[in-house]
Protein backbone atom coordinates (compact mmCIF):
# COMPACT_ATOMS: atom_id res chain seq x y z
CA UNK A 1 0.00 0.00 0.00
CA UNK A 2 1.33 3.53 -0.75
CA UNK A 3 2.56 5.09 2.19
CA UNK A 4 3.28 9.02 2.98
CA UNK A 5 7.37 9.10 3.86
CA UNK A 6 8.93 11.64 5.87
CA UNK A 7 12.95 12.63 6.34
CA UNK A 8 14.44 12.82 8.72
CA UNK A 9 12.71 11.12 11.50
CA UNK A 10 14.88 13.23 13.97
CA UNK A 11 16.43 16.69 13.66
CA UNK A 12 17.72 18.28 16.36
CA UNK A 13 18.19 21.88 15.78
CA UNK A 14 19.48 25.60 17.75
CA UNK A 15 17.16 27.91 18.48
CA UNK A 16 17.25 30.72 15.50
CA UNK A 17 18.57 27.77 13.06
CA UNK A 18 16.21 27.38 9.78
CA UNK A 19 15.02 23.93 9.64
CA UNK A 20 13.21 21.98 6.48
CA UNK A 21 11.26 19.02 7.05
CA UNK A 22 10.46 17.00 4.13
CA UNK A 23 7.14 14.64 3.00
CA UNK A 24 6.50 12.68 0.07
CA UNK A 25 2.92 12.60 -0.19
CA UNK A 26 1.26 9.36 -1.59
CA UNK A 27 1.62 10.25 -5.59
CA UNK A 28 -2.03 10.46 -7.36
CA UNK A 29 -3.54 12.58 -3.82
CA UNK A 30 -4.37 15.88 -4.20
CA UNK A 31 -4.12 17.29 -0.69
CA UNK A 32 -1.41 17.99 1.85
CA UNK A 33 -1.25 18.87 5.31
CA UNK A 34 0.95 19.35 8.12
CA UNK A 35 0.27 18.57 11.78
CA UNK A 36 2.49 18.52 15.05
CA UNK A 37 2.32 17.10 18.42
CA UNK A 38 3.92 18.66 21.43
CA UNK A 39 5.14 16.16 23.66
CA UNK A 40 1.44 15.66 26.00
CA UNK A 41 -0.28 17.23 23.51
CA UNK A 42 -3.10 17.09 21.01
CA UNK A 43 -2.20 16.67 17.53
CA UNK A 44 -2.64 20.16 15.88
CA UNK A 45 -3.47 21.31 12.54
CA UNK A 46 -0.68 23.65 11.16
CA UNK A 47 -1.85 24.21 7.14
CA UNK A 48 -3.09 22.52 3.95
CA UNK A 49 -2.64 22.92 0.77
CA UNK A 50 -4.14 22.67 -2.76
CA UNK A 51 -3.63 22.85 -6.43
CA UNK A 52 -0.72 25.27 -5.29
CA UNK A 53 -1.70 27.06 -2.70
CA UNK A 54 -2.24 27.00 0.51
CA UNK A 55 -6.31 26.11 1.33
CA UNK A 56 -6.26 26.89 5.21
CA UNK A 57 -3.90 27.49 7.99
CA UNK A 58 -4.42 27.82 12.01
CA UNK A 59 -3.16 30.40 14.20
CA UNK A 60 -0.29 28.02 14.83
CA UNK A 61 0.86 28.94 11.20
CA UNK A 62 2.62 32.14 11.36
CA UNK A 63 5.08 34.19 9.25
CA UNK A 64 7.76 31.36 10.52
CA UNK A 65 6.08 28.66 9.31
CA UNK A 66 5.99 28.50 5.39
CA UNK A 67 5.14 25.59 2.99
CA UNK A 68 6.08 24.34 -0.48
CA UNK A 69 5.55 21.62 -3.26
CA UNK A 70 8.85 22.26 -5.03
CA UNK A 71 8.79 19.32 -7.87
CA UNK A 72 5.69 17.72 -7.52
CA UNK A 73 6.54 15.12 -5.86
CA UNK A 74 8.04 16.39 -2.58
CA UNK A 75 5.83 18.53 -0.10
CA UNK A 76 8.42 20.62 2.16
CA UNK A 77 7.59 22.24 5.66
CA UNK A 78 9.88 25.23 6.60
CA UNK A 79 10.45 26.80 9.87
CA UNK A 80 12.96 30.24 9.21
CA UNK A 81 14.17 30.68 12.83
CA UNK A 82 13.23 27.88 15.02
CA UNK A 83 12.26 28.71 18.57
CA UNK A 84 12.27 26.07 21.66
CA UNK A 85 8.91 25.76 21.73
CA UNK A 86 8.41 24.33 17.93
CA UNK A 87 10.07 21.17 19.37
CA UNK A 88 7.40 18.73 18.64
CA UNK A 89 6.63 15.57 16.55
CA UNK A 90 5.64 17.48 13.23
CA UNK A 91 3.29 14.94 10.72
CA UNK A 92 3.31 15.32 7.18
CA UNK A 93 -0.52 14.10 5.44
CA UNK A 94 -2.17 13.61 2.21
CA UNK A 95 -5.70 12.70 0.84
CA UNK A 96 -7.20 11.85 -1.91
CA UNK A 97 -10.42 14.09 -3.54
CA UNK A 98 -13.58 15.12 -1.19
CA UNK A 99 -13.60 13.53 1.85
CA UNK A 100 -11.13 10.65 0.97
CA UNK A 101 -9.02 9.76 4.72
CA UNK A 102 -5.71 11.17 5.65
CA UNK A 103 -2.72 9.20 5.36
CA UNK A 104 0.12 9.84 7.70
CA UNK A 105 3.75 9.97 7.71
CA UNK A 106 5.58 8.41 10.57
CA UNK A 107 6.31 11.67 11.40
CA UNK A 108 9.50 14.06 12.37
CA UNK A 109 10.58 14.77 15.59
CA UNK A 110 12.23 18.21 15.92
CA UNK A 111 14.24 19.11 19.31
CA UNK A 112 15.17 22.99 19.47
CA UNK A 113 18.06 23.55 22.04
CA UNK B 1 -15.27 25.79 16.92
CA UNK B 2 -15.30 22.35 16.93
CA UNK B 3 -13.80 20.23 19.41
CA UNK B 4 -13.03 16.25 20.50
CA UNK B 5 -12.86 15.23 24.05
CA UNK B 6 -11.82 11.66 24.61
CA UNK B 7 -11.35 9.84 28.30
CA UNK B 8 -7.97 10.25 29.80
CA UNK B 9 -5.12 7.34 30.17
CA UNK B 10 -3.84 5.13 30.41
CA UNK B 11 -6.13 2.59 30.32
CA UNK B 12 -4.56 -0.69 31.30
CA UNK B 13 -6.30 -4.02 30.58
CA UNK B 14 -5.37 -7.47 30.68
CA UNK B 15 -5.84 -9.61 27.39
CA UNK B 16 -9.01 -10.72 26.13
CA UNK B 17 -10.91 -7.99 27.80
CA UNK B 18 -13.36 -6.19 26.19
CA UNK B 19 -12.27 -2.06 25.91
CA UNK B 20 -14.39 1.27 25.69
CA UNK B 21 -12.66 4.79 24.83
CA UNK B 22 -15.18 7.16 25.12
CA UNK B 23 -15.48 10.19 22.10
CA UNK B 24 -17.46 12.92 22.19
CA UNK B 25 -17.60 15.76 19.61
CA UNK B 26 -19.01 19.00 19.10
CA UNK B 27 -19.19 20.45 15.77
CA UNK B 28 -21.38 23.36 14.08
CA UNK B 29 -22.35 21.04 10.84
CA UNK B 30 -22.26 17.68 9.72
CA UNK B 31 -19.15 15.59 10.78
CA UNK B 32 -16.97 12.63 10.12
CA UNK B 33 -15.83 11.09 12.73
CA UNK B 34 -12.42 8.90 12.65
CA UNK B 35 -10.50 6.86 14.89
CA UNK B 36 -6.99 6.93 13.87
CA UNK B 37 -4.25 4.69 16.04
CA UNK B 38 -0.57 4.97 16.93
CA UNK B 39 1.60 2.47 17.26
CA UNK B 40 4.90 2.85 19.20
CA UNK B 41 7.24 5.00 17.08
CA UNK B 42 5.23 5.13 14.07
CA UNK B 43 2.85 7.60 12.36
CA UNK B 44 -0.93 7.85 13.24
CA UNK B 45 -3.26 4.80 11.41
CA UNK B 46 -6.55 5.59 10.29
CA UNK B 47 -8.47 2.76 12.24
CA UNK B 48 -11.78 3.22 11.10
CA UNK B 49 -14.24 5.50 9.87
CA UNK B 50 -18.37 6.93 9.69
CA UNK B 51 -19.55 9.64 7.84
CA UNK B 52 -23.01 9.88 9.00
CA UNK B 53 -25.55 9.17 12.08
CA UNK B 54 -26.11 5.78 13.23
CA UNK B 55 -22.79 4.16 10.30
CA UNK B 56 -20.88 2.12 12.14
CA UNK B 57 -17.49 1.80 10.95
CA UNK B 58 -15.34 -1.11 12.02
CA UNK B 59 -11.98 -2.68 11.42
CA UNK B 60 -9.80 -5.15 13.01
CA UNK B 61 -12.75 -6.47 15.75
CA UNK B 62 -12.30 -2.79 16.73
CA UNK B 63 -16.11 -0.71 16.00
CA UNK B 64 -17.39 2.57 16.67
CA UNK B 65 -21.37 4.14 15.92
CA UNK B 66 -21.78 7.27 15.12
CA UNK B 67 -24.45 8.74 17.39
CA UNK B 68 -25.76 11.95 16.64
CA UNK B 69 -27.87 12.41 19.55
CA UNK B 70 -25.79 12.26 21.81
CA UNK B 71 -22.78 13.49 19.60
CA UNK B 72 -20.27 10.32 20.43
CA UNK B 73 -18.24 7.77 18.84
CA UNK B 74 -17.18 5.85 21.61
CA UNK B 75 -14.19 3.33 20.45
CA UNK B 76 -15.52 -0.74 21.69
CA UNK B 77 -13.50 -3.90 21.24
CA UNK B 78 -14.74 -7.22 22.42
CA UNK B 79 -11.52 -8.97 23.23
CA UNK B 80 -8.33 -7.02 22.98
CA UNK B 81 -4.80 -8.63 22.17
CA UNK B 82 -1.29 -7.01 23.56
CA UNK B 83 -0.71 -5.94 20.38
CA UNK B 84 -3.73 -3.58 20.34
CA UNK B 85 -1.05 -1.55 22.75
CA UNK B 86 -1.32 1.99 21.00
CA UNK B 87 -2.45 5.62 21.45
CA UNK B 88 -5.74 5.71 20.29
CA UNK B 89 -7.25 9.20 18.38
CA UNK B 90 -10.83 10.19 17.97
CA UNK B 91 -11.19 12.79 14.94
CA UNK B 92 -13.68 15.18 13.69
CA UNK B 93 -13.98 16.38 9.80
CA UNK B 94 -16.82 18.78 8.96
CA UNK B 95 -15.29 20.61 5.98
CA UNK B 96 -16.94 20.82 2.74
CA UNK B 97 -14.68 23.63 1.28
CA UNK B 98 -11.33 22.97 -0.90
CA UNK B 99 -9.53 22.50 2.24
CA UNK B 100 -9.57 18.73 1.86
CA UNK B 101 -10.60 16.98 4.67
CA UNK B 102 -9.22 18.72 7.88
CA UNK B 103 -9.33 17.12 10.86
CA UNK B 104 -10.02 18.30 14.62
CA UNK B 105 -8.67 15.71 17.46
CA UNK B 106 -9.10 14.66 20.10
CA UNK B 107 -6.13 14.58 23.24
CA UNK B 108 -5.24 10.75 22.88
CA UNK B 109 -5.77 7.60 24.99
CA UNK B 110 -3.08 5.45 25.49
CA UNK B 111 -4.29 1.66 25.76
CA UNK B 112 -1.75 -0.78 27.58
CA UNK B 113 -2.89 -4.73 27.35
CA UNK B 114 -0.99 -7.02 29.77
CA UNK B 115 -0.83 -10.54 28.77
Known amino acids: EPEVTQTPSHQVTQMGQEVILRCVPI?????FYWYRQILGQKVEFLVS????????KSEIFDDQFSVERPDGSNFTLKIRSTKLEDSAMYFCASSGPGYSPLHFGNGTRLTVT | GDSVTQMEGPVTLSEEAFLTINCTYTATGYPSLFWYVQYPGEGLQLLLKATKADDKGSNKGFEATYRKETTSFHLEKGSVQVSDSAVYFCALSDRNNNAGNMLTFGGGTRLMVKP
Open chain 1, 27 to 31: SNHLY
Open chain 1, 49 to 56: FYNNEISE
